[in-house]
C-alpha cells in the first residue's frame, strides 16, 4: 500500500502552471494572426480610404498599380531598377529609415543581410514642390517590404508612401 501526501505548496505550484497553461492556449486560440494588409481605419499609419495591398507585385504594371493606391501617377519605365542588399547592422541614417517604414506598418529589420529589388519611379502629380520627386519601392519576392516618396534636391524631403508619413 503506498501513501502520498500533497501539500499545499504543491497544490499551489501545480494550480499556477495548469493556469499558465490555459493562459497559453486561450492565447494562440483567440488572437487573430498578423495580416500585411492597412486598411483605412488604421489612420495613424495611412490616410487613405481604401485597403492598401503590399503583396502581388509580380510586374512593372503591379508596381505602378500599388503606387496609384496611394495617388501616385508614375511615368511607366523606372528611372532605376538596381538589387539592394539591406545590411546586418543598421547606423544612425538606416535606423532612421527603417523608423519611417515602421510608421506605414512596414519592417526592414526583418530582411538583415537579404537581397530586395529596389525599383524607383518618377512621380509626375506632386502637388506643391516643382522640383523633381522620386517613388522607391523596395521589393522582396512578390511582397513591397518599404520603400518611400522622396526629392532629389540634397535639401529636399522624403516621406512614406501617404504623405502623412513623414520621416
Known amino acids: 500500500m503506498f501513501i502520498y501526501s500533497l501539500r499545499a505548496n504543491t497544490l499551489k505550484f501545480f494550480g499556477v502552471v495548469g493556469v499558465a497553461v490555459i493562459a497559453l492556449i486561450t492565447l494562440i486560440a ?66 532612421g529609415y527603417n523608423e519611417l517604414q515602421k510608421k506605414q506598418g512596414l519592417d526592414l529589420s526583418k530582411y538583415k543581410r537579404k537581397k530586395l529589388m529596389r525599383y524607383t519611379y518618377k512621380i509626375t502629380n506632386y502637388d506643391g514642390y516643382n522640383g523633381v520627386v522620386y517613388a522607391n519601392i523596395l521589393v522582396k519576392g512578390k511582397r513591397v517590404v518599404g520603400g518611400d516618396i522622396c526629392s532629389a534636391d540634397t535639401n529636399g524631403f522624403i516621406h512614406g508612401f501617404s504623405k502623412d508619413v513623414v520621416f
Do not use: C, H, M
Not at 498578423?34 to 504594371?61: C, H, Q, R, W
Open 30 to 95: 483567440f488572437i487573430p494572426s498578423y495580416e500585411p494588409v492597412i486598411t483605412s481605419g488604421d489612420a495613424a499609419v495611412l490616410n487613405t480610404k481604401t485597403e492598401v495591398s503590399f503583396d502581388k507585385i509580380k510586374t512593372n504594371e503591379d508596381r505602378i498599380a500599388f503606387l496609384s493606391q496611394f495617388g501616385w501617377e508614375v511615368d511607366a519605365t523606372p528611372v532605376e531598377e538596381a538589387e539592394v542588399v539591406i545590411p546586418d547592422e543598421f547606423d544612425k541614417v538606416f535606423t
